[in-house]
């Protein structure tokens, strides 16, 4: 990390420390700084997940903001600290409104707070819906890699739901040597179907694309299947359409009914953040009273503790640690430093003398 203080180099000269900076750092920035990295972020997405599984990072519950009268919208916050090279505290704080769409503009909107860990003062606010959805994508691409290292590599992937999520888990796959002989898309919106095609001939997509019109139809037809809806409850519960033990990216946590996963492996990022929240895992647990449902983590498959079988669906329902935001957050923060276009607040921390 860069050195932590105001534009005032010099301390000051009755030796108080110099001041704190503060950071604020827009979209337009953090795009800027994350395109085109995606096999970077990839790795350091598993890098993050090794320094987790080896117990040096805090990552408490998230913690959720409900509303009596908007009962469909949330805010969500993740604190966490990351240790390591990294080295960062900080909190994700992350909106879902899905009432925006309908006005158009994106469901979901975010910033991030990066705290230095030594004085706890916050150094940086970075708008963050493109962080939370790189993380999110650089995670379901690294699942799928390791998730399909001892099965036959999926050929035809599918879409289920694809809204900017869907977009960036497609971008992460093309850019990290993934390739398909076929594309499926289902949206529960034409409008929204219409426009992930849209973006696939924009980049150039070469696989034939094809829009099914039921969730089945998709499924039955892929062996790579990407859930990325707003669902709040399980809407797939026909656990026959799975008879081909395609991989799963669940990564809206979400849409699977209890006896799919229960016919199926599943794998987790973290057992107690997943297993909250009436996630389709949660609700197997709850069904069953047990976690013997679960196959392992991520990280258990990294190490050689636990593998994907080939004789069943495998699922991977990643819940989405605050310590990849704040590893990708903090990476975003270097690269624009490095760049010299921080764009620092100079009087943001107002009072700094102890006793006045």
């Known amino acids: 990390m860069t050195d932590l203080v105001t534009s005032t180099t010099e301390a000051a000269a009755d ?19 994350l395109a085109g990295r995606e096999q970077q972020l990839v790795e350091l997405v598993e890098a993050t997940y090794r320094l987790h599984g080896a117990g040096q990072s805090v990552n408490p519950p998230s913690y959720f903001l409900n509303f009596p009268d908007r009962p469909r919208a949330r805010i969500i916050a993740l604190p966490a600290s990351l240790g390591g090279s990294i080295h960062v505290d900080g909190l994700k704080w992350i909106s879902s409104f899905p009432d925006n769409v309908n006005a158009g503009l994106p469901r ?10 030594e004085t706890g003062y916050p150094f940086a606010c970075l708008e963050s819906s493109v962080i939370s959805a790189s993380r999110t994508a650089a995670s379901a691409a690294l699942a799928a890699d390791w998730l399909s290292r001892n099965r036959p590599r999926p050929r035809r992937v599918g879409f289920f739901g694809t809204g900017l999520i869907a977009r960036y888990i497609h971008t992460f796959l093309a850019r990290t040597g993934w390739t398909f002989d076929a594309i499926g898309v289902h949206d529960t919106s034409a409008d929204a179907a219409q426009g992930f095609c849209g973006y696939l001939r924009q980049i150039g997509a070469d696989e034939p694309v094809t829009v099914h019109d039921s969730p089945e139809r998709l499924i039955r037809s892929s062996d790579l299947v990407i859930f990325a809806t707003v669902a709040g409850r399980p809407h ?8 081909h033990h395609p991989l799963v990216l669940h990564v809206s946590l979400r849409d699977l009914a209890v ?6 492996a599943n794998f987790v990022d973290d057992v107690e953040h997943c297993l909250k929240a009436d996630t389709s895992p ?20 990294m190490l050689g503790r636990a593998a994907p079988p080939r004789d069943r669906p495998v699922i991977f329902s990643p819940f989405g640690l605050g310590v990849l935001d704040l590893a990708v957050g903090k990476y975003v923060y270097d690269e624009v430093d490095r760049a010299g276009d921080l764009r620092l607040i100079d009087d943001f921390f107002h009072d700094l003398r102890r006793y006045g």
């Open 15 to 33: 030796g108080r420390a110099p001041a704190p900076t503060f950071a604020v750092i827009s979209g337009q920035q953090v795009h800027q700084a």
């Open 259 to 264: 006896e799919i996963l229960l016919g199926s």
């Open 108 to 117: 979901a909107s975010a910033v991030l707070v990066l705290n230095d860990p």
């Open 236 to 243: 797939v519960t026909t656990p026959t359409w799975f008879d």
């Open 282 to 301: 949660h609700l197997v647990e709850q069904r069953t009273g047990n976690r013997d449902f679960l196959n392992g983590t991520l990280h258990d498959v």
